[in-house]
């Protein structure tokens, strides 16, 4: 909400507080100060001037050399950039040593060589408009040499966010009332209520009827006639104009005045536009409204309308219609006050898609007691601003609802609480009595309040402890060591470890994804690992049927969604929870750590060649990294269904997951330029491998030596039992084996079709000196023995 700070002083003086500590006032009584902006100019030195005359710049095209009047009786030159002006015209002029907003002082200097003593100014230079390409040009009738800001006061705009259950603060009057109830300063000014001199009675059937009390308790309407609807004063607009409200005309700017200053919304119809009474009513199925901004709605039959004999006139707190508007043609007007139930304003503006005002403050609840003051402030403005005379009676149908009541404050309570039990009765009843509450009794221990109207947030005794809490500042309430250290468990342990995956993948280039863990059917087929979803009885849409049985599905959504936008080298993971139907009726949960891979190995540089694609061994070489358990890929039995290279990851006699490519056809569908990659991780089981300490191994001292071996074997040997045999050799000068290249002969010209030669790279090393060659090579020649002894392997020597 917009808040200016000169129109907050007509209801008390904040001249003694910096704009720092108002911020700081209502940002720890719990007002958020969202921003600050100063508007106008506060220096003198900024002056109304009128041009006389201008010429060329000699030594620029873009630049004029004007003499003006600045009411000194001596001309002043100025060089200006602007060409929307004339002579005679009417300018703000900066005098050497004005100050304009964001500091930008004003001196005497010379451009391009000619004098310049000031500057005229724009509407955006002195904060008080929009860039408009030129000066801002005055009204002919402004004196020369007056101070600006006699005719632009300077103001301050604060940028207020209100919490819901605060609808009091959404008015000057409410947050002048706040303030002084926190700084002790004693409101000044009229306060706004229902005039005790102004008869009500209830209207004839006839003339207001309430068909739907539930929505709308209490309805109030004045006839006004014979005005005279033109431009509001000047005090008026600008009043509207500082909170940045536009003016219309003097009835809609009165009524829009009367909200931002007392909280109440009204609204004016046009009276000779009406047909018959007012009657308060649910919408018929389908019927339409033409509202004021130009929209044709469609209603519902749970939309509040007002309607007069022929036609809904106003959605109810939300909208006037257009047929029905005050236009400068107005003569006669009816002024409508009412309360409106909250949750009703609340689901037709949102169905509507249609916000105002006026339904921002009765979605939150208003003040029901101020119905008729707010009709009362706006009737004597009307006859003050647009003449006219009213109707001696407000006609009034149903009753404003007493929405808040009396509330016992247990003091002792309170004082435990917050931890003051320093804190006196007479104090607290001070700080109360300063929020408007009304004491009426209280005993050694306990006191009766009356809850003022408009503070709908104050229900029971802890609400009265934090308004105290708020007053007296919170730097007042002890801080105390209340918890305990408890020592790591389970919990814990697990959360760590989840951090230390997001961690490591995030520092190799990934990124996290937050899926839904609701799929649509479709996506069941994009699932990894087998296992069935579990289906929802009553989804919410086609696209949430299912809880996921896989993570996979959702990272191929966000897959698509990033190529959609462009990006085409895909790095991303997601840990969460899938859900499985057991074969036996029922369903278990289980966490899972899925990752999908696609693209370049390396992002594209401008001084490189395009880098080679990820294969499936990147992925696999990724996952490794984050268990310190040697990985083992077998071939599952059969292949997923969006899916190609289905394989089981394994560490040991432990499976702890599964890895795949995505079918082309199916990487077709989502527009990928590379092959995908995906994998899904039991976290449980990486979690396994992961136990215990980490061992660190001394970087090598001394050299190592390779020996390069080819081998036959039978087609069908599987690469992973070859690297079983080299990681279980134990020989102490052996460190490792790699596979470097794998020829198969599908003719059966150069090898038999059912033989295939693999060749690897062995390693040995000595931690305590430099190998000689026959040492490497007795080593070499027993792991060659044991391996041909172990499979059914002919080295190739």
Known sequence: MQVSLSWLSTHLDLSSYTLPQ???????????????????????????AQIQSFEQHPNADKLSVCQVDDGSGTPRQIVCGAKNFKAGDKV????????????????????????????????????????????????????VGTPFNKLYPADVLFDLEITPNRSDLLSH???????????????????????????????????????????????????????????????????????????????????????????????????DKLSGGIVVRMAAEGEKFLALDGQTYALLTDDLVIADGQRPVAIGGVMGGEETGVTDGTVNVLLESAYFAPSGIRRTSRRLGLSSDSSYRFERGIDPQQVQGGSELATKLILEIAGGSAEDVVQTAGAAPALVGEVTLDENRARRLLGTPDLTGDEIHGILTKLGLTLKSASKDESHWIIPSYRLDLQRSVDLAEEIARVIGLDRVPSRQVAVASPVDAADRTYDFAMGLRQSLASRGFFEAQTLRLIADAQLADSLG????????????EDHTTLRPSIVPGLIATAALNIRQGLHRLRFFELGRVFLTLPKGGSREEERLAVLLSGPVSP??????????????????????????????????????????????????????????????????????????????????????????????????FPGMTRDVAMEVPADLAHAKVAAFFAAQKHPLFVGAEVFDVFADPSGTKMAKDRKSIAWTLTYRSAEKTLETAEVDAAHTAILTALEKSLPATVRR
């Open 22 to 48: 108002l911020s700081d006032l209502l940002t720890f009584a719990g007002v958020e100060v969202e921003g600050i902006e100063e508007r106008g100019v506060a220096s003198d030195k900024v002056v109304v």
């Open 604 to 701: 594209t540089s401008w001084h490189g060649r395009e880098p080679q694609a990820a294969d499936i061994h990147e992925l696999v070489g990724q996952i490794q990294n984050l268990t310190r358990t040697p990985l083992e890929v077998r071939p599952a039995k059969e292949n997923a269904a969006n899916f190609l290279l289905t394989s089981e990851l394994r560490a040991g006699n432990r499976v702890l997951g599964w890895i795949a490519q995505m079918h082309p056809a199916r990487a077709r569908e989502i527009n990928a330029r590379h092959p995908v990659y995906v994998a899904e991780l039991l976290l449980s089981a990486l979690r396994q491998g992961s136990a215990g300490p980490t061992k660190f191994e001394e970087l090598p001292r």
């Open 92 to 143: 703000p002029l900066a005098l050497p040593g004005a100050v304009l907003p964001g500091g930008f002082a004003i001196k005497e200097g010379k451009l391009r060589g000619v004098d310049s003593m000031g500057m005229l100014c724009s509407g955006k230079e002195l904060g008080i408009g929009e860039d408009t390409g030129g000066l801002l040009i005055m009204a002919a009738d402004s004196p």
């Open 173 to 271: 009057l409410g947050l002048a009332r706040e303030l002084a109830a926190l700084t002790g300063l004693p409101l000044t000014g009229e306060r706004h209520h229902a005039n005790a001199s102004t008869k009500a009675e209830a209207a004839a059937e006839d003339q207001i009827v309430i068909k739907t009390a539930e929505a709308c308790p209490f309805y109030t309407a004045r006839i006004i006639k014979g005005v005279k609807v033109g431009p509001s004063p000047e005090w008026l607009r600008r009043r509207l104009e500082s909170i940045g409200l536009r003016p219309i005309n003097s009835i809609v700017d009165i009524t829009n005045y009367v909200m931002m200053e007392m909280g109440q919304s009204l609204h004016c119809f046009d009276l």
């Open 530 to 541: 087998g296992g069935q979803g579990v289906a929802v009885k009553n989804p919410l849409s």
